[in-house]
C-alpha cells in the first residue's frame, strides 16, 4: 500500500508559478513511476505528466509540455511538479499517482492515487 499526500497548491495569477509536491509512504518509493493528473471542474481527469522509477525517463501531456516539470527526489520520497507560465485553463484539481510501471500511468490507470490539491489561476 502506498500513501501520496500532495501540497503546494493555491490561488495564483496567470503568467505566475507554483511547486507541488507530493509526499509517498512507501518504503520502495524508488521503484515508482510516478505522475501527475488533473481534473477541471465538469471535465475527465487528464494525464499531466509522469517520471520514470530512476528520474530518468520524463513524458507530458503536450498541452504542458515546456511549462511543466516533474521531477523526483528517491533520498525524500517525494515528486514534484513545477508549473510555469499558468494559464487560467490550468485551473483544476492535481492528483498525484503512483504506478510500478511508466506505461500503465500514461494510460490513465496507475495503482494508487493521492487525495489532489487544488490549484486556482485567476485571470
Known amino acids: 500500500q502506498v500513501q501520496l499526500v500532495e501540497s503546494g ?5 496567470a503568467g505566475g508559478s507554483l511547486g507541488l509536491s507530493c509526499a509517498a509512504s512507501a518504503r520502495t518509493f524508488s521503484s515508482y513511476a510516478m505522475g ?5 471542474p465538469g471535465k475527465e481527469r487528464e494525464f ?4 520514470s522509477w530512476t528520474g530518468g525517463i520524463t513524458t507530458y501531456a503536450d498541452s504542458v509540455k515546456g511549462r511543466f516539470t516533474i521531477s523526483k527526489d528517491n533520498a525524500k520520497n517525494t515528486v514534484y511538479l513545477q508549473i510555469d507560465s499558468l494559464k487560467p485553463e490550468d485551473t483544476a484539481v492535481y492528483y498525484c499517482a503512483a504506478s510500478t510501471v511508466i506505461a ?3 494510460r490513465g490507470q496507475p495503482r494508487y492515487w493521492g487525495q489532489g490539491t487544488q490549484v486556482t489561476v485567476s485571470a
Request: hydrophobic fraction near 65%; aromatic fraction near 12%.
Open 9 to 13: 497548491g493555491g490561488l495564483v495569477q
Open 36 to 40: 501527475w493528473f488533473r481534473q477541471a
Open 48 to 51: 499531466v505528466a509522469a517520471i
Open 104 to 106: 500503465t500511468m500514461i
